[in-house]
């Protein structure tokens, strides 16, 4: 479904980010991105989702990525219809509806019938009922704003999924929501997140770092038995390297 080889990205300083990052995710799989704060996991994502280009490598994807990013406000201006990307086709069908049967109505359309059913399921799951697709995003709480990229979900059908942190500024009900979605959704799954029952969810974890990305089968207490198990070995390796150094020091003393 998704497969990145050798990806590379530059801030817009010239400071390198990412560097030779190879990841394969394929249907149905659900996948934590995780990684030290700064290493380039929300870079990441964007660059799936197209929002930023890389500096080298190459991105083959079968799907259209849908992408639900961390919220700052940088909605705030537009409507909820426009920051779902669905206004073209509500308009169109309202068009059509009245009489308007234009060519390009029908285009924008593009024979989605149950748009505004969607719309409606969708709301409705998030509890956002009485939200309108005409409002401003910017009157809306971060939580809500949260949801109604959730929401977009429902609506887009996707096959792959991207989320930055989905389960900032959700009450306890709405993070139930996202972690019942999650296990019942047979889209695959991309996920950054610091939430460890969100990610227990999930099923291999991939570890972001300046060496690029590493994989662990498993959920995240898996991962995090798994990593333990490495340092420990690590840190054998380290104090019989320091033994044998000690020792060779001695014979070259006695030497």
Aim: with cysteine.
């Amino acid at each position: 479904m998704l497969t990145l080889q050798n990806i590379s990205y530059t801030h817009p300083n010239k400071d390198l980010l990412l560097s030779d990052i190879n990841l394969t995710v394929n249907n149905y799989e659900k996948t934590a991105l995780i990684g030290n704060n700064g290493v380039g996991k929300s870079t990441l994502l964007k660059i799936i989702a197209k929002e930023l280009q890389p500096l080298n490598g190459q991105i083959s994807v079968e799907t259209e990525p849908y992408y639900v990013p961390q919220i700052f406000g940088q909605f705030n201006q537009l409507t909820i219809a426009q920051a779902l990307r669905i206004e073209g086709k509500l308009n169109a069908l309202k068009e059509i509806l009245k009489g308007n049967t234009s060519e390009e109505n029908f285009n924008l359309l593009n024979d989605d019938w149950t748009i505004e059913d969607r719309c409606s399921e969708a709301l409705n799951y998030w509890k956002l009922n009485e939200l309108d697709l005409s409002q401003k995003m910017g009157t809306l709480s971060g939580g809500q704003k949260t949801k109604v990229f959730l929401a977009g979900i429902f609506i887009h059908q996707p096959e792959l999924i991207l989320l930055d942190e989905p389960s900032n500024h959700l009450d306890i009900a709405s993070r139930q929501l996202l972690y019942d979605f999650v296990q019942n959704t047979k889209s695959a799954l991309i996920i950054v997140s610091h939430d460890r029952k969100l990610l227990n969810l999930l099923n291999s974890i991939c570890e972001l770092s300046k060496h690029g990305i590493k994989l662990y089968g498993g959920n995240y207490d898996f991962y995090k038995e798994q990593k333990q198990i490495e340092n420990n070995a690590l840190s054998q390796d380290i104090q019989s390297k320091e033994k044998a150094l000690r020792k060779a020091k001695e014979k070259e003393r006695e030497t």
